[in-house]
């Protein structure tokens, strides 16, 4: 059974870093995309980040190019880890944060199958 688990929002001040993790399990090879989404109150979902496979590459939304970043850990061959590094947080990063899988990173109309519980992130001015 694929489980997506992300930890590590909280609140931050503007300008401040976060980094967000997410356990993807169930798996059984290292083949498969990451993307991390937000959604704000009374916005729509947005890609924020995606990495396609164990060896990248990695895509990302303009609004974060050059202060988020997305790796993974393949280390553990029961599960990956995709972290989402977030520096120099604007009060409008401030959102839900969620991680999926089993989709597409170069299609943004593609279906994403597995979700993550998601994890709050609060950047105050």
């Known amino acids: 059974e694929v489980q997506l688990v992300e930890s590590g929002g909280g609140l931050v001040q503007a300008g401040g870093s976060l980094r967000l993790s997410c356990v993807a399990s169930?798996?059984?090879?290292?083949?498969?995309?990451v993307g991390w989404f937000r959604q704000a109150p009374g916005k729509e979902l947005e890609k924020v980040a995606c990495i396609r496979n164990s060896a990248g590459p990695t895509y990302y939304t303009d609004s974060v190019k050059g202060r988020f970043t997305i790796s993974r850990d393949n280390s553990k061959n029961t599960e990956n880890t995709v972290y989402l590094q977030m520096n120099s947080l604007k009060p409008e990063d401030t959102a839900i944060y969620y991680c999926?899988?089993?989709?597409?990173?170069?299609?943004?109309?593609?279906?994403?199958?597995?979700w993550g519980q998601g994890t709050q992130v609060t950047v105050s001015s």
């Open positions: 999926a899988t089993e989709g597409s990173c170069l299609d943004p109309d593609a279906n994403w199958y597995y």
């Open positions: 169930g798996f059984t090879s290292d083949d498969f995309a």
